[in-house]
């Protein structure tokens, strides 16, 4: 079962966070990216973390849902997530308390373990690295936002000698 991209970026924050990393929108959507590699690659079923996409942006891999949600914030980085606004399918707006319990521990273990791995690496450093992998590279095309296909980041970490 794949988990919200909104509900795994919150962990991401969250986490981040409390190990005093901190995360801009920029960081959040590289660290997006290696979550979703490291389930497509990885996991036991290599089934994905999100199921949103991914589109190749000029500053690399972004998951537009989880963009709009924290552009606010700019640059900067972003707060830690005790609550949101959800709109219902009948447009009503529903206060929420975030819950980590949502995404299973064996799955926060992983995340956190791609979150502290990349976690010396800037935003920037990030962008760079993703400048120069192949699902980025081959989906990327000045001013269309093309989507970056999970098998494509699934075929690039199965090979790729990192």
Same mark, same amino acid.
Not at 82 to 106: G, H, L, P
Not at 112 to 135: C, F, K, R, W
């Given at each position: ?6 509900? *795994? ?14 995360? &801009? ?7 997006? !990216?290696?979550? $979703? ?16 996409? *991914? ?19 700019? /640059?900067?980085?972003?707060? /830690?997530?005790?609550? !949101? &606004?959800?709109?219902?399918? @009948? +447009?009503? *707006? ?17 995340? @956190?373990? *791609?979150?502290?791995?990349? /976690?010396? !690496? ?10 120069? $992998?192949?699902? +980025? ?11 970056? @296909?999970? &098998? /494509? ?10």
């Amino acid at each position: 079962m794949a988990y919200k991209a909104l509900d *795994i970026a919150r962990y991401i924050i969250n986490y981040s966070n409390k190990k005093n990393y901190g995360v &801009s929108n920029l960081k959040l959507q590289k660290l997006l !990216y290696f979550v $979703q590699a490291e389930f497509l690659t990885y996991s036991d079923d290599k089934a994905p973390c999100f199921n949103e996409k *991914i589109e190749a942006w000029g500053f690399g891999p972004v998951v537009p849902c989880v963009y709009q949600a924290f552009k606010q914030y700019g /640059s900067g980085n972003i707060p /830690s997530i005790t609550e !949101y &606004s959800e709109i219902t399918d @009948t +447009w009503q *707006i529903i206060q929420k308390t975030f819950n980590e319990n949502i995404i299973k521990a064996k799955d926060r273990k992983k995340i @956190t373990e *791609i979150i502290d791995g990349l /976690s010396e !690496y800037s935003a920037t450093a990030l962008v760079d690295i993703t400048h120069n $992998q192949a699902p +980025w590279m081959n989906a990327y095309e000045k001013g269309m936002n093309n989507v970056i @296909t999970k &098998s /494509s980041i699934r075929e690039y970490f199965e090979n790729d000698e990192n």
